[in-house]
T-cell receptor, first 109, second 110 residues
Framework: RKEVEQDPGPFNVPEGATVAFNCTYS??????FFWYRQDCRKEPKLLMS???SGNEDGRFTAQLNRASQYISLLIRDSKLSDSATYLC??????????FGTGTRLKVLA | DVKVTQSSRYLVKRTGEKVFLECVQD?????MFWYRQDPGLGLRLIYF???????EKGDIPEGYSVSREKKERFSLILESASTNQTSMYLC?????????FGPGTRLTVL
């Protein structure tokens, strides 16, 4: 079983829709959690950190469920520019970053 | 803005060649990383370094070595390139938790 698992998608949604992705992790000792965004043929960039209390940044909301060992990303009012691959990242210890394989989102006009 | 640069965007090499991939960051970050990214496998850590001259193996170090002689520069070396090392190579630097990635080098080994 992979340490971090994501549904690869693609999720095809119309503009203005709300879409949510989940990411499950297997190691309960995992300490920090992030969502990164990767555009086609580009490098990953940090989208947001994920806190136990949940956090929101504009149209994006990230949540952590430690009991069930998953994190989620909710995107409201999807824009065409949100089309990208969203990578879940889990950190164990100081340097061990574990990336999911990504969930591909396509927002359709 | 943090800037991480990589020496080449595209590289084509032949089997058996020695290959050097260079990465430079301008933000005085302690930590630097080399990953490869392959379809369906995601990013996999090859090596990382948390200080000058310090290095640690990641998940897939076989066939690779690294060098960090200066804080800003982290080099990945393929001692004898093989076709299964054809991949996208991404360098990252980090002051703590957030990682900043370079644009990547797409390496093809023929």
């Amino acid at each position: 079983r992979k340490e971090v698992e994501q549904d690869p998608g693609p999720f095809n949604v119309p503009e203005g829709a709300t879409v949510a992705f989940n990411c499950t992790y297997s190691n309960s000792a995992s300490q920090s959690f992030f969502w990164y965004r990767q555009d086609c043929r580009k490098e990953p960039k940090l989208l947001m950190s994920v806190y136990s209390s949940g956090n929101e940044d504009g149209r994006f909301t990230a949540q952590l469920n430690r009991a069930s060992q998953y994190i989620s990303l909710l995107i409201r009012d999807s824009k065409l520019s949100d089309s990208a691959t969203y990578l879940c990242v889990v950190i164990k210890g100081t340097y061990k970053y574990i990336f999911g394989t990504g969930t591909r989102l396509k927002v359709l006009a | 803005d943090v800037k991480v640069t990589q020496s080449s965007r595209y590289l084509v090499k032949r089997t058996g060649e020695k290959v050097f991939l260079e990465c430079v960051q301008d933000m005085d970050h302690e930590n630097m990383f080399w990953y490869r990214q392959d379809p369906g496998l995601g990013l996999r850590l090859i090596y990382f370094s948390y200080d000058v001259k310090m290095k640690e193996k990641g998940d897939i170090p076989e066939g690779y070595s690294v060098s960090r002689e200066k804080k800003e520069r982290f080099s990945l070396i393929l001692e004898s390139a093989s076709t299964n090392q054809t991949s996208m190579y991404l360098c990252a630097s980090s002051p703590g938790t957030e990682q900043f990635f370079g644009p990547g080098t797409r390496l093809t080994v023929l």
